[in-house]
């Protein structure tokens, strides 16, 4: 790991000099305060890396919402489609707990039998971290996920008049090597502010989670009535899923677009919805709401926990800002440990 500084007036010239690595993409104001993922062409001006979080996380551009996996060709045979395949991407903007949510979408898509959609998009995306500071709905410290050092390629650490630049990968270098004029020795001054912005940030978070023996925790709360308290106020809308960095869930289908012409598509699905459990005669496995959205807390915290030794929460809010009925997974935790 080799660390840089750079100028803040060079930004523009690096975001296009990341170009050759790929389509740039990174945050943008859509509206007051919503940011969302957007391809960034030659003005750079709209990039906002120092948006705290987007609506859709980066998974989106590793794997399509939705995409045609088999098409039927000419003859009635099946014919995989190149439509899963994203060309070489750029994610400018990546926080530590994006950077983390990507450390257990690898866990999930490339552990034992590897998905090979997720695998290549995996391969063609290069990472650019960027330093954040916390907002009321952030809680990566509580676990384990606000610092970051592997996982990205580069990382640029806002300091005073320029960025603190860890170079961490061979791609990284490249970009460096190929970006030269724009880099120079971090020197200690460099790394004391670092320090003290270390520090600054620590303190500036407002909200965070026990996740003391949580696992064990829920494996004893099982049959609490908590969870059928928070089946009344859940919707069961998937909303919370579908921005999660971390939700992997999906779904496929068979569709007849139109006659004579048969697709296989893969979308995006959450457990939360109702049909997600229903099996071959019409069982369904998680038919009350209650059922579903214990699961999703008990898949998030104990049985990922159990099977990769970490949670697959990163604390990044965003479940928090888009529940449309107030649900916090923090005080869902907090009542289950009979805290509120
Ligand atoms: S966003 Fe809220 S209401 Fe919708 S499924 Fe998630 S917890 Fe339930
Ligand atoms: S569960 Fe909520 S806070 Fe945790 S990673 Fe998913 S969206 Fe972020």
């Given at each position: 790991?080799?660390?840089?500084?750079?100028?803040?007036?060079?930004?523009?010239?690096l975001l296009r000099g990341l170009k050759p690595w790929g389509t740039l993409y990174a945050p943008?104001?859509?509206a007051p305060g919503v940011f969302s993922i957007e391809e960034i062409g030659e003005d750079t001006s709209a990039t906002r890396p120092d948006?705290?979080?987007t609506i859709l996380p980066f998974k989106s551009l590793l794997l399509k919402p939705r995409f045609t996996m088999l098409a039927r060709g000419e003859g009635g045979s099946d014919v995989e489609t190149p439509d899963g395949d994203l060309p070489p991407r750029v994610y400018f903007g990546a926080h530590a707990c994006d950077i983390h949510s990507l450390k257990i979408l690898d866990l999930m898509y490339l552990s034992d039998y590897a998905d090979p959609y997720y695998r290549r998009n995996r391969e063609t995306l290069t990472i650019v971290g960027y330093g954040c500071m916390p907002d009321e709905r952030c809680f990566c410290h509580s676990v384990g996920t606000s610092n970051v050092d592997e996982g990205f390629d580069l990382f640029l650490?806002?300091?005073?008049g320029r960025y603190l630049v860890t170079v961490r990968s061979a791609r990284g270098d490249d970009i460096v090597r190929a970006n030269a004029a724009l880099f120079e020795p971090s020197t200690p001054q460099d790394t004391r502010d670092y320090l003290d912005r270390l520090k600054k940030r620590e303190k500036a978070f407002?909200?965070?989670m026990d996740v003391t023996d949580l696992p064990y925790v829920l494996e004893l709360k099982?049959?609490?009535?908590?969870?059928?308290e928070l089946g009344k106020k859940c919707l069961c809308c998937g909303?919370?899923?579908m921005v999660c960095p971390t939700c992997t869930c999906f779904n496929v289908a068979d569709e007849i677009p139109k006659e004579g012409e048969a697709v296989r598509v893969r979308f995006w699905d959450s457990c939360l919805y109702r049909d997600y459990a229903v099996v071959a005669g019409g069982h369904?496995?998680?038919g009350s709401r209650a059922d579903r959205v214990k699961n999703r807390y008990y898949h998030k915290q104990e049985a990922f926990v159990r099977e990769f030794g970490m949670p697959s929460c990163v604390g990044c809010g965003r479940c928090i800002e888009n529940c449309p009925t107030g649900i916090n997974v923090v005080e869902v935790f907090s009542y289950v440990r009979g805290e509120l």
């Open positions: 790991m080799q660390t840089l500084r750079m100028k803040t007036e060079f930004l523009p010239t943008v104001e859509r948006a705290v979080r650490t806002p300091l005073e407002t909200l965070s099982k049959e609490d009535p908590v969870w059928d909303s919370c899923s369904n496995f998680r």
